[in-house]
């Protein structure tokens, strides 16, 4: 099989591979030391592995890496870190979401993806929204109000930005391409079309963490 | 059921105000890996590493004709196979984990890899490692297998049958248990009214969402070394004996797990990676994918238990007949243990002189049953629970009533003969659950709403006559700090942070002050295991001795440098203080939970805050380490040692100590689809201290969500043998969207024998869960099924028929 020249940006770092056509982003990733991004089904079905992708929320198993070529890519870890960590991982630190904290990387990610296009939330938008994302730990009680609670403080983040003379968001790393520089919260377009042909189930779409799929399999059964 | 239920008052308890303790700190784990930080067993990789597979048995039961690997072998870039033919003596211990002295049951091994005969569908057969994970696959696709299909027996009932296929010993029972006490015969002709049901309970999965992983390697002693994610690292033990070497010889160390629910607590990848890393001498890596998780470890027994209960027109219970039959599959592994859990709380949390119970585990050919959160607990709760529901239908009495009437008290004796010592708070939760319903929703025309709740006691800590024991370090830095070394494994329940939270409060410095190393059987003193809701308890104590230690040295030194006396001393947020002197800018101790000071000061022990009679604690530290003062301690914690029950009666004290609570549900039925939908949740439980209360709402929150997918969703589906629900497209576990959060009530008794009179709570929490839905359903519909889960079909047969549903699908 030739190998695919595949350009992937990562946390902000750029990366040039010749990869198997059939490896998929999670495992470039994991490959590449991306190690919290957690594989733990391979199938989409779990949502360990979510990442942003051009500022969607993908489950990374579900993309071949090649498909992502030119992608900007953001894992959790691209997020924060230990010395600086995003509101959205330091809510789910401060409330008692983390448990195991093996889902935890894949939930955060799905939480930025949420609050990017929606700020404020319902508890509903919310459940929707990690829908795909299992937990075996917590009963997502805690998780929904890690949310909430990044949720008002990003708010106030925002209008403390906002009632300074000059705005800027000083937020250096990860954020990766999903805010526009002014800080103006708008989420960037997905840019690598990822519906389709992966699909094992035909309710779902591959890429997408899709909402509420899980449900209906369940009266399927 | 009452639709309007008052808490009971709870009665005069003493609960101290503490400063750390009682806390909903930030855990010590939790940004680590909130922000991706932490290295999972499966994220670890060394340099000139290897990758291992295994190779599955595809069948369920069979004689091996022939597993030729020659071709895998040749296969370039594979560096090892092995067979059970290459390890004729490489047996797996499934007996006892942990550290205890006791000696293992006879028969209670399994091979390490299959020889001759296979046993269960995903049995290991052969290892493959190679320079590349696809190498690897492919050389299993190259092994050559030609079996005799044999006969299988996949019914616990049919495996006791005198004919049937031999699959353990020659009788294939795995385990009996039996309890005599008082007269049965005498108690049930006192009753005036027999209630006699079967119950029947599933095969469940763990569905942690970390499938197992570890990586091996053989350092520079020769010590095989094995990082893994597990929940006993005293499997070092196990691994060197299937090996033939040195007890010393192998080293585990064990990682942040990611969920392991019981799932973790037998050897999973450990066997292999060492024995492929002797036999290469480089780096191995094995990681289970999910399909493999499901297939190669064990699942939640299934269960057929029978309830005769004799009962007084008054609700009194006068005797109590039990019959319990679990399906251990193919290996014994825990189950004789899990059916003795099973034994000793058959009954419930009530006061019953009259009991004969007579329980069985036989071996089938269908995946092997061990550990799950609760051990047993939540199979008889769903019974003993069920069964209380229909003796108040019988009685036309109020559930709560009749429980009222029966429920254990502190003093009274369980099934066992064993005394209750702490508090038996089953009503004061009971009542708080049910009140934290509200009003009840009304009925639609095509639904129906339901509520039931279940009460429970259940035992944390490991059964005493194991004579469990646990160690940790506790010392000082010269700044101030504080380092705790314990080999408690870490599997996401707030282990780790609840010890640190006890030597902040003991050595009174914030949390954020004191570093944790955990689970390494070579450097930290082994704590045992990670199960039986037994680490706090256990190695709660161990660290609270050793810190106490550590406290007198410096306590010692502050009374010499502050010139009071040794008990007007206190350690409070990095100062010592002298308590009669205190003033304004000194941090007071003993301050209620609101107004204690915050942990907040700067590492440094900022002398600018002092105050005039406050010690910052690092001058302390620096004046006692100058003393030879010890300023480190290592403490053993031992349970209650006991000598076991009496075989014919089962009478004797199994576990150090019970705990008590209650779960109430509202659910919704819709006639016509045979969907329940959980419309409200509660669950109350007396954890005797909340060490920290966000994560035992975390614990009861989550383990609430498990026992109600238990209820209403899983089932790990085994037809002749060959599992049917490989995946979490198939095996569903709650989402996001299934169930409400659990309205959390946390009660403390500080009666306990954990730390601070704190109880356990990780398994208790699910235990009562499925059979509080199992009443509501009862509610709702009129008629009870008697088989967990709750699925569409059932409930729409029971709906139609308007009578209660007895056989459960599949399994018998």
């Known amino acids: 099989m030739p190998k695919k020249k595949t350009a992937l940006r990562v946390n902000g770092r750029q990366h040039e591979l010749a990869l198997d056509p059939n490896v998929s982003l999670l495992q470039a990733l994991r490959d590449l030391g991306y190690t919290d991004v957690k594989n733990g089904c391979e199938i989409g079905e779990c949502g360990a592995c979510a990442v942003l992708l051009n500022g969607t929320a993908v489950n990374s198993c579900m993309v071949l890496a090649w498909q992502a070529n030119g992608a900007e890519i953001v894992t959790n870890a691209g997020l924060g870190t230990l010395d600086k960590p995003h509101p959205i991982q330091e809510a789910f630190a401060d409330v008692g979401a983390v448990q195991c904290g093996y889902c935890t990387p894949g939930m955060i990610i799905s939480t930025k993806a949420l609050l990017d296009r929606n700020p404020n939330p319902s508890e509903a938008e919310i459940r929707e929204a990690l829908s795909g994302n299992l937990c075996r730990c917590t009963g997502y009680g805690q998780i929904i109000e890690a949310v909430q609670l990044a949720a008002s403080r990003l708010q106030a983040e925002r209008l403390a930005v906002a009632a300074m003379p000059t705005a800027s968001l000083t937020r250096e790393c990860g954020d990766g391409g999903s805010h526009s520089p002014g800080g103006s919260g708008a989420v960037a377009t997905p840019q690598a079309s990822l519906t389709g042909e992966r699909g094992h189930d035909g309710s779902r779409s591959p890429s997408g963490l899709s909402t509420g799929d899980r449900g209906s399999e369940r009266g399927q059964r | 059921m009452s639709d309007r239920v008052t808490p009971k008052p709870l009665p005069p308890h003493h609960l101290p105000s503490l400063k750390q303790i009682g806390k909903p700190l930030r855990r010590v784990d939790a940004l680590g890996k909130a922000v991706g930080a932490t290295v999972y067993a499966g994220d670890f990789s060394m340099p000139n590493m290897l990758h291992a597979k295994v190779f599955r048995s595809p069948i369920p039961s069979g004689r091996i004709v022939r597993l030729d690997v020659s071709k ?79 006969p299988g027996v996949f019914c616990p009932e049919e495996a006791l049958q005198p004919d049937a296929p031999k699959v353990s010993g020659d009788d294939n029972v795995v385990a009996r248990w039996q309890v005599r006490k008082g007269d049965v015969e005498k108690g049930m002709a006192q009753a005036d009214v027999i209630v006699e049901n079967t119950f029947y309970v599933p095969f469940v999965e763990h569905a942690y969402i970390e499938p197992e992983a570890g990586v091996a390697w053989v350092d520079e002693q020769g010590v095989i070394t094995i990082r893994v994610c597990t929940q006993v690292v005293e499997h070092f033990r196990t691994v060197a004996k299937a090996l033939g070497i040195p007890q010393n010889r192998v080293r585990v160390q064990g990682t942040m797990v990611g969920g392991g629910f019981g799932g973790k607590e037998d050897v999973t990848v450990e066997i292999f990676l060492a024995l492929l890393a002797r036999a290469t001498g480089r780096p191995v890596k094995l990681v289970y994918t999910r399909e493999e998780s499901f297939l190669a470890t064990s699942k939640r027994h299934p269960f057929k238990i029978t309830h005769r209960t004799g009962v007084r027109r008054t609700g009194r219970i006068t005797a109590a007949e039990i019959t319990m039959l679990a399906d251990s599959g193919a290996y014994p592994y825990l189950t004789p243990y899990v059916l003795l859990y099973a034994t000793g709380m058959a009954a419930g949390p009530y006061k019953i002189d009259n009991v004969k119970i007579d329980s069985v585990a036989a071996a089938t050919n269908q995946p092997f049953t061990s550990a799950f959160r609760g051990f047993g607990g939540p199979q008889a709760a769903f019974a003993y629970e069920s069964q209380m529901d229909e003796i108040a239908k019988a009685l036309i009495i109020d559930p709560l009533e ?70 940790a370090w506790v010392g000082m830095e010269l700044d101030g700090t504080v380092v705790v070394r314990c080999g408690v494994p870490d599997i996401g329940a707030g282990q780790s942070n609840s010890l640190c939270q006890i030597v902040a409060e003991v050595l009174g410095v914030p949390l954020e002050r004191v570093t944790i190393y955990a689970t390494d059987s070579a450097v930290t003193p082994l704590a045992g295991t990670s199960t039986a809701t037994r680490q706090l308890y256990m190695s709660g104590n161990a660290v609270l001795q050793a810190a106490g230690v550590v406290r007198a040295s410096l306590v010692k030194k502050a009374a010499e440098m502050l010139g009071v006396s040794l008990e007007d001393v206190d350690l409070d947020n990095d100062f010592a203080v002298a308590m009669s002197q205190q003033g304004p800018g000194v941090p007071a101790s003993g301050d209620s939970r609101a107004t204690a000071p915050q942990s907040r000061t700067s590492c440094c022990g900022n002398s600018e805050v002092r105050g005039s009679r406050g010690l910052p604690l690092a001058e302390v530290v620096a004046k006692a380490a100058a003393s030879g003062l010890p300023l480190a301690h290592l403490a053993q914690f031992n349970a209650p040692f006991t000598d076991g029950l009496d075989p014919e009666t089962g009478q004797g004290d199994i576990w150090p100590d019970f705990t008590f609570g209650a779960h109430a549900v509202e659910i919704a039925v819709d006639t016509e689809t045979g969907e329940i939908e959980v419309l409200k949740s509660a669950a109350c439980h007396d954890v005797g201290r909340a060490i920290n209360p966000a994560a035992v709402r975390g614990q009861i929150a989550g383990g609430s969500h498990q026992g109600l997918g238990y209820a209403l969703m899983e089932e790990y589906v085994v037809e002749k043998g060959m599992t049917k629900t490989p995946s979490l497209a198939e095996y569903l576990i709650p989402t996001s969207c299934d169930f409400p959060a659990t309205d959390v009530i946390v009660l403390e008794s500080g009666t306990g024998v954990g730390p601070f009179g704190a109880k356990g709570i990780g398994e208790p929490a699910l235990t009562p869960a499925a059979p509080a839905v199992a009443n509501a359903v009862a509610d709702a519909l009129g008629v009870r099924i008697f088989s967990l889960p709750f699925t569409p079909e059932k409930v729409i047969a029971a709906a139609d028929a308007g009578k209660d549903v007895v056989k459960p699908d599949r399994h018998w």
């Not at chain 2, 005969?117 to 297998?145: K, N, Y």
Request: charged share 25%; hydrophobic share 40%; proline share 5%.
């Open chain 2, 402 to 471: 009749l429980r009222r009437i029966n429920y254990l008290k502190t003093g009274d004796t369980t099934v066992t003969g064993q005394a209750i010592r702490s508090a038996a708070w089953s009503e004061e939760c009971a009542t708080r659950a049910l009140a934290a319903l509200g009003d009840k929703t009304p009925d639609s025309p095509t639904r129906k709403v339901g509520r039931g709740f279940a009460s429970y006691f259940q035992s944390y800590g490991r059964i005493t006559w194991f004579h469990d024991t646990s160690r």
């Open chain 2, 72 to 150: 895998a072998r040749a296969l370039p870039g594979v560096a090892c196979v092995l067979t059970g033919a290459d390890l004729p003596n490489a047996r797996l211990a499934t007996d006892l984990p942990g550290q205890t002295g006791r000696a293992q049951r006879k028969g209670s091994d399994a091979p390490v890899l299959a020889i001759d005969i296979v046993r269960f569908h995903g049995e290991p057969m052969a290892l493959v490692c190679a320079e590349s994970l696809e190498i690897a696959e492919a050389a299993l696709q190259l092994i050559d297998f030609k079996y005799e299909a044999l």
